[in-house]
């Protein structure tokens, strides 16, 4: 009932503009509370679909192999200088002034730096004003979130506002903002801003420690932002080469006798990046365990459009197709997976298990030499949703070492 009267006071209100009022008074209310903290800090934002965490962690390695102190805040971490906790919020950006007060903290430990990871639903909340930001940053754009913005050209509005209001707002002297050129939505984001003040970026020729083809392009934008904030090169290679990526992000469990990778790859472009990137790793076949995200309440589908086109996606990569529970909230379970399985075309590959750990456990049943195991969907998420706000403690790693043992 809750959620239906929440649900029901956003579609009024919303048409109205009090909404954004409302954000916009409770983000200059955090600023003014701790003291407008990003005046003081040298503030990095990172936008974008894929990538964003990775790209982060990239620049913070970077950072700290030259000896400066960091705040972060993203998806994976919330970390201010050598201290460091899970994000255990569900929410990338949280609200209600928590990045001002970690600011305001990083500040009093010593932080020159903060690094933040700016999603398209925390700028519709306005999330990101009040925060001066010195370097705005675009790693890529695939489809998602289509049905809560209400369409994709919604959702790519929403990054560029970002880079908009960053460039309207910001009281640094001199921003920059850096694209990634190689993305088939650059131009945007190019055009959203005086084209003096963008870097355009590529893939990095540096060596990663990192697997994943995908990886070069954070990389890339990474290494560009760590030379404007006048890291030397040698210290940008050190940390690329020692950096062993995002955990939950084409983490390699095991590599032999067959391999298993556990992603947090979601969208049809990220499962398909991470399946060409895993056929390049091993020789053998992938054995795919997938599912996707159900409906919150009566708010609405959690852009089923994408649950076909991923089945597709799976039959083309995959000898073995185990379809199971990603996070079903208050969708029926059964019904996410039957959804996926209309766009698969040969049935005989798929087996439905909604039970993750036996799915899992099927799995690595099925691996033979040289095989890839591809657990996607979760990444490092520690926690399944299900019914009525619950949650039930997860890790796709932890239940792969359990079962084999390592």
């Not at 131009?187 to 697997?211: C, G, H, P, Q």
């Not at 996070?327 to 040969?346: N, R, Y």
């Amino acid at each position: 009932m809750i959620r239906f009267i929440k649900y029901s006071l956003v579609k009024i209100l919303k048409p109205l503009g009090i909404l954004n009022l409302y954000h916009t008074a409770l983000a200059f209310w955090g600023a003014l509370r701790y003291g407008f903290p990003s005046k003081r800090l040298m503030v990095v934002g990172v936008t974008g679909t894929k990538g964003k965490s990775t790209t982060l962690e990239l620049i913070n390695a970077g950072l700290e192999k030259a000896g400066r102190k960091t705040i972060l805040a993203s998806s994976i971490r919330f970390k201010v200088g050598s201290e460091s906790r899970p994000n255990t919020t569900g929410n990338t950006m949280p609200g209600r002034g928590f990045l001002q007060k970690l600011m305001a903290d990083g500040l009093r430990s010593g932080c020159e730096y903060a690094l933040l990871e700016v999603v398209s639903e925390g700028v519709v909340q306005s999330r990101h004003r009040f925060i001066d930001f010195d370097v705005a940053a675009f790693v890529n754009l695939h489809p998602e979130h289509i049905e809560s913005h209400g369409g994709f050209e919604n959702y790519r509005n929403a990054k560029l506002k970002f880079f908009k209001d960053t460039e309207k707002h910001s009281s640094k002297r001199d921003v920059k903002f850096f694209v990634n050129q190689d993305d088939d939505n650059a131009d945007y984001f190019i055009r959203a801003v005086d084209r003096e003040s963008v870097v355009l970026t590529t893939k990095t020729n540096k060596e990663l420690k990192m697997r994943g083809e995908f990886n070069l392009q954070n990389a890339g934008i990474a290494e560009a932002i760590l030379r404007h904030l006048g890291v030397g090169e040698e210290d940008i290679e050190k940390a690329f080469r020692e950096f062993v990526g995002v955990p939950g992000r084409m983490e390699v469990v095991q590599e032999n006798p067959f391999g298993v990778i556990v992603d947090y790859a979601h969208t049809p472009d990220s499962l398909e990046a991470v399946y060409a990137s895993v056929k390049k790793m091993f020789p053998g076949d992938i054995i795919g365990v997938l599912g996707s995200m159900g409906a919150v309440g009566p708010l609405g589908g959690r852009d089923r459009w994408k649950r076909p086109k991923m089945g597709e996606i799976a039959e083309r990569y995959c000898r073995e197709i185990i379809l199971t529970d990603e996070d079903p909230v208050d969708e029926e379970p059964a019904q996410i997976l039957e959804e996926i399985e209309t766009g698969i075309k040969d049935r005989g590959k798929v087996r439905k298990i909604i039970d993750r750990r036996q799915a899992i456990g099927e799995a690595l049943n099925l691996a033979k030499k040289g095989d890839a195991v591809v657990i996607s969907g979760k990444g490092s998420e520690p926690y399944i949703r299900v019914a009525k706000g619950k949650r039930i403690p997860w890790s796709d790693v932890g239940v792969v070492k359990e079962l084999l043992k390592i």
